[in-house]
Structure formats: C-alpha cells, structure tokens
C-alpha cells in the first residue's frame, strides 16, 4: 500500500487532547477525500479537496478540521473529540477532471484506527 | 441524491461455489458504479468499475459484475469462490453529470468455507 499512507495507523486520544491524522498520496492525483468508516455503516464522506475546491460535509463537526496543504498532503486535525468519533478514518486519492468530476476510480489508504477515550 | 443498498449483511459460500453479492442503486442520472474489497485492518481496495458500453465488467481476482439499468442493479460475481475472497465487499456510486462525491453502501461480508 505504498499509494496512499497513512499514519498513524493507531490513535488512543482523550476527549480533551489535540491530534492530527496525516495522508500523502503517491499517485500524482488531484484530489483528496476523508472519509469515516464505522461498523455496519456506509462509508461517511467528511471532506473533499481538488484542485478547483474544497467541499466541506455540512454536517462534520467542528471538532474535525481539515488541511490540505498541496496536491499531495492531507490533514485532519482531531480537538475535544467525543466516544462516538471513535472509528477508522479512511483517506483517499483520485484524480479528477476540470469540472470536479469524473469516472476515476479513488485509492484508499490503510485508515488510522481511533479510539476516543 | 444518490444511495445505494446492499441487502445482504452477510453470504456465505462453500470455496468452488459460484459468489453474487448484491448491489441496487438510485441517482437521478446516469451512474458511475464502482465495487471495492476491504481485507482486515486495510483499506479499500477497487476491484472494477462500469462507465459505459458493455454491461459485463471484468475486474481483479476474476471478479466481474454485470450492470441492469432497468433494474438498478450492479451485482458482483466470481464462478469460482476462493477461501482468500473472504473479506468485506462494498459497492459505490456516482451520478456522472451532478454529483462528485461516492456513495457507498454499508457492505456485505463475504465467508468463503473451505
């Protein structure tokens, strides 16, 4: 899995600590995503950066803030967190073509375990 | 709006024996339909895809699905089941014209029995 990492792959957090899951991606794609997988659920999308926007998930907590400092980094900065945001926290990569869109194919990262205590 | 539904939690299948996993989706336009393969604390890994043309899609690992416009379907086949097919199977999709994000479906856990 060396197209997409990353670390950590394990996070243990209290409710009150400040942490940061980070992404790179090796693919040279032109988009990024974060999304939430919990148990039984359907994959939760929390943001989407390409190279013409972000979008943001209007119901993604303030607790979870994004970063996505150049084509081929992303960060999701974790504050005050509750249990319930304990869950794996899947980045991807895709590209994407001048209009956001397109039918590529996105390339998952191994997650980052999260345990909220 | 785009969803899609996988109506099995689970199928279990003896190794040799045919695999179908189910997928039906709704959009409001035309779909990009993907199907994806999770293993044990990996991430997700894409198997095949359908954009346009023929219906029947080879992917990886001798998988194939086959896309059912009139019945909103994308189902995932394998004639022949291997114990390593075990794994957490999703289907995802897109509406081609409106709508960048993927929707995934709560996904189907695949047992292979040797």
């Known amino acids: 899995e060396t197209g997409v990492t990353q670390t950590p792959r394990h996070l243990v957090m209290g409710m009150t600590n400040k942490k940061s899951l980070k992404c790179e991606q090796h693919?040279?794609?032109?988009?990024m995503y974060w999304y939430k997988q919990s148990a039984k659920k359907p994959l939760e999308l929390m943001f989407v950066y390409n190279f013409k926007e972000q979008t943001e998930n209007n119901s993604v907590p303030s607790r979870f803030s994004p970063e996505c400092p150049n084509s081929s980094h992303l960060f999701l900065h974790l504050h005050t967190l509750q249990p319930e945001d304990s869950a794996l926290y899947l980045c991807?990569?895709?590209?994407?073509?001048?209009?956001?869109?397109?039918?590529?194919?996105?390339?998952f990262g191994p997650g980052t375990r999260l345990t909220v205590t | 709006a785009q969803s899609v539904a996988q109506p099995e939690d689970q199928v279990n299948v003896a190794e040799g024996n045919p695999l179908t996993v189910k997928c039906t989706y709704s959009?409001?336009?035309?779909?990009?339909l993907f199907w994806y393969v999770q293993y044990p604390n990996r991430g997700l890994q894409f198997l095949l895809k359908y954009i346009t043309g023929d219906n029947l899609v080879k992917g990886s690992y001798g998988f194939e699905a086959e896309f059912n416009k009139s019945q909103t379907s994308f189902h995932l086949k394998k004639p022949s089941a291997l114990v390593s097919d075990s794994a957490l199977y999703f289907c995802a999709v897109r509406d081609r014209l409106n709508d960048y994000k993927l929707s995934f479906g709560a996904g189907t856990t695949v047992t292979v029995r040797a």
């Open positions: 991807a990569s895709s590209q994407v073509d001048v209009r956001g869109i397109g039918a590529y194919e996105q390339y």
């Open positions: 959009v409001s336009g035309n779909p990009y």
């Open positions: 693919l040279g794609h032109n988009a």
